[in-house]
Nanobody, 122 residues
Framework: QLVESGGGSVQPGGSLRVSCVAS????????MGWFRQTPGKEREVVAA????????YYADSVKGRFTIVDDNAKDTMYLQMNNLNQEDTVMYYC??????????????????WGQGTQVTVS
């Protein structure tokens, strides 16, 4: 089970940190990611991290503004979002893949999903 928290409302240029806590399994190996989905569009990856080695991936739209980190001791993943703009207004979903042999960009490669947390920039 994945549980997100930390979403909310912020003014343009502001910052938020969203968290994803995994329960029932350890995140020490595999891949975890943050996705976002605009109504009517497909879910797209924002950032992903291989929890064993620490390699990360970022969508071009968030490079330099967002940072993904994981805390294996707490089985928690974070997404620090800085310099937010209105285009970042969307529901954010946490996802986890048990294997690290996945394509972090493919939603179908992930095994577990959180319920989502809304981020609103206005």
């Amino acid at each position: 089970q994945l549980v997100e928290s930390g979403g909310g409302s912020v003014q343009p240029g502001g910052s938020l940190r969203v968290s994803c806590v995994a329960s029932g399994y350890k995140i020490m190996s595999g891949c975890m990611g943050w996705f976002r989905q605009t109504p009517g569009k497909e879910r797209e990856v924002v950032a992903a991290i291989y929890t064993g080695g620490g390699s990360t991936y970022y969508a071009d739209s968030v490079k330099g503004r967002f940072t993904i980190v994981d805390d294996n001791a707490k089985d928690t993943m974070y997404l620090q979002m800085n310099n937010l703009n209105q285009e970042d207004t969307v529901m954010y979903y946490c996802a986890a893949a048990l294997s690290d042999l996945v394509d972090p960009l493919r939603p179908q490669d992930y095994d577990y999903w959180g319920q989502g947390t809304q981020v609103t920039v206005s």
